[in-house]
């Protein structure tokens, strides 16, 4: 089997909310997705019915050497098992894409209004679409403990001392 290449063009920009990358404390920040000026509005019409979305970006502050095709303890924590690249959701992988399921807070013209979207200012949108319940997993999902442990912080604030 060979690997197919293709060419994925951005389609919108993620403007403020974060500024860095961070393993924690993603939740509560809010940003704008703005589609990129050559679509026009209609390509978003009735989005604002819906209460979040599907978000695929590109980690663009990553490089090719960050990929890592290999087994490892997921933040490097020796507390956690070792597990493939695919079963990590980072910067590690062949093509450095994410997805998110941000909050749709407005949609002012070109811009969608989001809460919790885990990426920074910058970020390449290459693709959204209204989340449906219906595509939503079916029936029981299951996992080892190890994400949640990692997790407990990731949408949290961070307290203030």
Avoid: C
Wanted: avoid cysteine; hydrophobic fraction near 35%.
């Amino acid at each position: 089997m060979s690997a197919e290449s293709f060419k994925v063009n951005s389609i919108a920009t993620v403007v403020g909310g974060h500024t860095t990358p961070a393993d924690d404390y993603q939740g509560g920040v809010e940003s704008i997705i703005r589609l990129h000026p050559q679509y026009p509005l209609e390509t978003l019409q009735g989005i604002e019915n819906f209460s979040h979305l599907i978000v695929t970006w590109h980690f663009h502050l990553a490089t090719p050497d960050d990929v890592a095709l290999h087994a490892r303890s997921p933040r490097n924590d020796p507390r956690w098992p070792a597990t493939g690249t695919f079963v990590h959701r980072n910067h590690r992988r062949p093509n450095q894409l994410a997805t998110s399921f941000p909050r749709l807070l407005a949609v002012d013209g070109l811009d969608l209004h989001v809460e919790d979207l885990d990426a920074v200012a910058g970020t390449p949108i290459v693709d959204l679409a209204p989340y449906f319940e219906e595509f939503g997993p079916r029936g029981p999902v299951e996992q080892p403990s190890w994400p949640a442990e990692m997790l407990r912080n990731y949408w949290t604030a961070p307290n203030p001392k």
